[in-house]
């Protein structure tokens, strides 16, 4: 494996530095064998660590003392087990399988209060699951924000043994993309919680495999950073950027997942085009591009070609698009080998594209297609479902997101088990609104701020084609809407197609893309705009 | 009620301020009746607010959108039910009562892993239990360091109706004394629990009634103070000090309690002697004096006559002691009405005693002996345990305090039930050692610096007379000893004597007081020192 920590000091630190291999986020805990399908077995203590993600000692919620967890890599079919024991000394937790179907084991899902109770501390929890589809994939905790703190890791599924890819490459590099806040993610939590609320402001890193840099740029010397200094690393620190180390004239996949907490990221190297083949685990229509956007929840793998000058590195860019950016450009090295890695790249790191323009994101995100046969939609969905995305108020002075005005309001007794056992008193038997009122005018605040809270479900038939028309709206400001990723668990869904204002169903219908929609898990709703999804409900679950 | 907190401004702001009645500490939920014993009920969420505590705005750990939690009070032979909801986002929570014998009722003695399971978010749990005996107790958080995040406040239990207190008082003032730190209690608990241990430091502010200043002094024109500043107040902030508003020529009746983290105080009041009556809910024989020290988990009442020339102001005073003080003394106003509160005192506030004055402490303490008329202890016990109190490494540098060389590490399932249902493989059935090596030395650091851990517990017969010997030892550092104060749940126990060294039962025993022992239930060990504590075994529970 190609990719590690630099084991060669980061300009501009005369000599050699430690070596600090971080292997072990390829490879930890496989035992490759010539059975077909095969158990993993891990077991992970999760725990609160000091650690400094960007050079400033914090906090972080890690995974058997590592930041970033442990990568979990399984071949389609086999059965993944975590035992995951709660170290923690007061706070519960639950790890979700971001992307993993959870066919048939919907208990396993790690969503608190939905698929399970959360894990009290000094307590252990078991997840078992079957992975089905070769892809990229991760897991992250989901109570709380506890994400935010860093519990969070890969999940890689290759082909089953004996199987390839539909397409060719000769090394990989994995590359874990998260935002960073030095606040704690209790205050982060109960700010935005509050009345009034306290905004937690923008990030202060980028971190790319749990590592980055906010007080130095690596970069500073190349770029027009204010007060931003060179960074004076060995390459041993926590810090230290993941360095892409590779050898000249080879094919290598990228694959790239996001599971910031609110940033939007665009990705980029210098001088290397990217050629998409993967999103969220379902291939792509192959199609090259200088940069790719990526969303929370999404990720995608992305081949290159090692053909540039082999004398020289080259940056690796990430920046936040879609919110005024104030975090520092995310930066690596994409490091020819056998150069140093501190030979700095001659030209400065490619610049991220403009965080509001909005036209060159549809552009990329319009350019996603699903590949040559992969499964196509039904043609007519069955039941169609409309959600209004607004902000809204509540209780006179609380910010909430709401769906066709309702904020949800978790019962204490998770879903899963209440539906399972009959126990219709723990929430709501009542589904929610599946529409908004057809006068609702998008392009302005709401008339009524004031959102209520309800814990009800859609309920599905076993079979049903359901289209979810996810309709952003003007927030709580005037003029303004909001780019938002969505994510459905035990599903896959086809994007049949995006628009700009209120979608009607008599005159966009024909505007979906029946023909090669892509495959996601997570999708985005546009500024002032529409999506529309389509998935079949075929995997009992909550 | 006279106390509350200033309805005229404090100096130096010239004009009047809001009127902020902080009434709800007193009375609150209590309905008075004619029946001889009555049932208070409380409904309470517990949730994280931001709150200004010492003038900087913090994370609280709040009860009904109050700090400290509201004020419970009721009268001997009430039952208090007390249903809390866990309002909070990933924490689990228990509240203990501390000095409430909780006869019958262990279940309901607040103790994670103890007496129950932490009750989970979302989640509530209802806590019953009968007031058995006048006197100044507390509630607190006991789960991890959720009582340093702010979940305490008073309990205070009055003779039945028509009973009266054995000394005369006019009035009363209740005082709630906790130390505050700026940084999370999540920092602070797993610095200490980490490897190098990251020590917190010294708390930023000592707070009574919940309210405190860090960043200025009520009286820094009168102190010789480094660098802070004189407050400007108007009375309303959340840190404005709680006033205490006094008539002239009368008996107040004045309640503390400490529910400090690690500081050990000392409180005195400009120009006024204390009359000290009861101590831990324990009617002690009367004793006057200028200051006294009062350890984490102790209460007291001290009688004050209002005597002194009425026209003028005088300090309450709080400084640290048994620790080298880096936090500013905690400082209100004995305010002479109809006097303002901003008219300050003319001298400066009461010095806090040299900290390592020992001397000085154990005088004091010396001096808490029974009322007339309080139980004695039993003559002889039936067993006597020793508990050398150490400080040690464990699993090569986590920093432990560990009793016989034992550190505790808490079962996942709660004792209590344990026991109970028969649970053995819950815990280690093979009860910790009964002392501890004869020729230890307590003047130097632990020989062996590697404490175990274990789960072991001390079984007792009913009816068994007990003896604990309470040993201080050197710890890790040459020449150094601390206090510590100890607390017994479920029990008050007699505290038969103090003394210099290892206590030897051969030489030592006719120093113990067997005729008027202070009955409490949280008692210190001085350094290098030994403390006998003597109690019966006749509440079945853990």
Redesign the interface.
């Known amino acids: 494996m190609a990719t590690k920590v630099a084991n060669q000091p980061l300009f501009p630190m005369p000599f050699p530095a430690m070596f600090f291999l971080l292997s072990i986020i390829f490879g930890f805990g496989i035992t490759l064998s010539d059975a077909v399908s095969q158990t993993r077995h891990y077991t992970w203590e999760v725990e ?3 650690w400094s993600p960007d050079c400033k000692e914090n ?1 972080v919620m890690g995974i058997n003392g590592q930041f970033p967890g442990p990568t979990i890599r399984a071949n389609v079919g086999d059965t993944v087990v975590v035992e995951m024991i709660n170290k923690l ?5 639950v790890i979700h399988w971001h992307g993993i179907l959870q066919k048939g084991t919907p208990w396993a899902d790690g969503t608190a ?1 939905i698929s399970q ?2 894990t ?4 252990s929890f078991t997840y078992q699951f079957v992975v089905d589809k070769p892809g990229t994939y991760f897991y992250h905790g989901h ?4 994400r935010a703190a860093g519990l969070y890791g890969s999940l890689i599924v290759d082909p089953e043994e004996g199987e390839k890819e539909p397409f060719h490459y000769d090394e990989e590099i994995n590359l874990l993309l998260s935002d960073w806040w030095h606040e ?1 993610i ?2 982060q ?3 935005l919680s ?1 009345s009034p609320m ?1 905004w937690i402001g923008e990030p202060q890193s980028i971190l790319i495999n749990g590592r980055g840099q906010s007080n130095c740029s690596i970069a500073a010397k190349y770029m027009n950073m204010k007060k931003m200094e060179q960074c004076k690393l060995s390459g041993s620190e926590q810090c230290a950027p993941f360095i892409l180390e590779v050898k000249p004239n080879k094919i290598y996949r990228i694959r790239i997942t996001s599971t910031t907490s609110l940033s939007a990221l665009n990705f980029a190297i210098g001088k290397h085009k990217l050629l998409v083949v993967e999103a969220d685990g379902n291939y792509v229509q192959p199609f090259l591009t200088s940069d790719i956007d990526i969303y929370s929840g999404e990720s995608y793998s992305v081949l290159i070609n090692t053909d540039q000058k082999p004398s020289e590195n080259y940056w690796v860019s990430l920046g936040i698009r879609g919110r005024d950016p104030k975090t520092p450009p995310g930066l690596t090295i994409l490091n020819y080998l056998p150069n140093p890695v501190s030979k700095l790249p001659t030209s400065p790191p490619p610049e991220t594209p403009k965080w509001n323009d909005y036209d060159r994101s549809k552009n990329f995100t319009f350019q996603i297609l699903a590949a040559m046969g992969s499964p196509k939609p039904p043609l007519k969905s069955t039941r169609r479902i409309f959600l209004l995305n607004t902000q809204n108020k509540m209780n006179g002075g609380y910010t909430k997101w709401a769906i066709n005005n309702v904020s949800l309001a ?3 007794t998770p879903y899963l088990g209440a539906i399972k056992i009959g126990l219709n008193h723990t929430f709501d038997q009542n589904p929610p609104p599946e529409t908004y009122p057809e006068d609702y005018d998008i392009n302005k605040p709401p008339p009524n701020r004031n959102t209520i809270t309800g814990n009800g479900v859609y309920r599905f038939q076993i079979g049903e084609i359901v289209d979810v028309v996810l309709q952003n709206a003007n927030t709580l400001n005037d003029k303004h809407s909001e780019i938002h990723p969505w994510h459905l668990h035990g599903h896959d869904f086809w994007v049949l197609g995006y628009g700009e204002g209120k979608f009607s169903s008599a005159a966009d219908e024909t505007k979906l893309n029946l023909k090669n929609p892509p495959l996601r898990n997570t999708v985005v709703i546009f500024p002032f705009g529409w999506t529309v999804l389509r998935f079949v409900a075929d995997n009992p679950g909550v």
């Open positions: 609160y660590m000091f906090l000394s007061t706070e519960d937790v209060s109770c959360a009290n501390p000094g307590e109570l709380g924000m506890q704690s209790l205050k939590e109960i700010g509050s306290r978790l019962p204490s």
